[in-house]
Nanobody
């Protein structure tokens, strides 16, 4: 079992950049597929990106493709999401999650979750 804690959120202007981190503790981080989701008020949790346990395979939602980059450092037990070209519509709470399933894009397929970090993009 792993525990996940997100950090790095904040207030940025449209067009700006931000780097989110997800620190893991416990055992087995390097064996999990990892993902980032986000949720805005009144909206359902939205899949953003996933990365395989080794970091060799990544997949992005169309809404963030070309703007966000997911990566991981298994030695540091940390997951990252680099946000660039940010838009006001990117404003949401961003969550990291861990899954033992391959190709998971639904929240129901992820076993462990962090508490989230707020990203606010001003116009």
């Amino acid at each position: 079992q792993v525990q996940l804690v997100e950090s790095g959120g904040g207030l940025v202007q449209a067009g700006g950049s931000l780097r989110l981190s997800c620190a893991a503790s416990g055992r087995g981080f390097s064996t999990y597929n990892m993902a980032w989701f986000r949720q805005a008020p009144g909206k359902e949790r939205e899949f953003l990106a996933r990365i395989s346990w080794s970091g060799s395979t990544t997949y992005y939602a169309d809404s963030v493709k070309g703007r966000f980059t997911i990566s991981r450092d298994n030695a540091k037990k940390t997951l990252y999401l680099q946000l660039s070209s940010l838009k006001p519509d990117d404003t949401a709470v961003y969550f990291c999650a861990a899954s033992s399933s391959i190709g998971a894009v639904s929240p129901e397929e992820y076993r462990y979750w962090g508490q989230g970090t707020q990203v606010t993009v001003s116009s």
